[in-house]
């Protein structure tokens, strides 16, 4: 009988392990990914290239370039410039050529003419961003009749600035 009786107590000590390892508990808990977004902006330009210029020209001369901005989403940024004087100057000389440069909204339309020697907003607005590429048509002319510039190459360095 004792015998049985042990075999009974292997027995259900055995079906007592099986039913209590059949049966899991969990716990679980929440991961969050985050991360905060920051306006920033970027700029890159395309510049004027008038090409050869004949002072005997009686007709302007024109040229297109761009300002390309692209920032954050409903991002509020200014378009600004420094740095137009209203004339090309000749490399390593004094001789210059009047020209006048403006900018447009994004679709060309309107004419934001920049102030010679003042800093200013390239666009008289505030712009909302997108979270895409804007660009900003820019057009200069070089005015006609400019007998006393002397042959040679003449540049001027605009600075646009977009802040945000």
Do not use: H, R
Not at 2 to 9: G, I, P, R
Not at 64 to 81: D, E, M, P, Q, S
């Amino acid at each position: 009988m004792q015998e049985s009786l042990m075999k009974n107590t292997i027995a259900m000590t055995a079906l007592t392990l099986i039913a209590s390892t059949g049966m899991a508990a969990s716990v679980s808990t929440t991961f969050t990914s985050a991360a905060t977004v920051q306006n920033s902006c970027t700029i890159s330009t395309v510049g004027l290239d008038f090409g050869g210029y004949m002072g005997a020209s009686t007709n302007a001369v024109t040229a297109g370039g761009k300002v390309t901005t692209t920032c954050t989403k409903n991002a509020v940024f200014a378009l600004n410039y420094s740095g137009f004087t209203g004339k090309l100057t000749k490399a390593g000389g004094t001789d210059t050529l009047d020209y006048a440069v403006s900018t447009s909204n994004v679709e060309g339309n309107f004419n934001f003419p920049l102030t010679a020697n003042q800093n200013g907003s390239a666009l008289p607005y505030w712009i909302l961003a997108t979270g895409t590429d804007l660009i900003w048509p820019v057009t200069g002319t070089i005015a006609p009749n400019q007998w006393g510039a002397s042959a040679g190459n003449y540049n001027e360095v605009i600075t646009f600035t977009v802040d945000y």
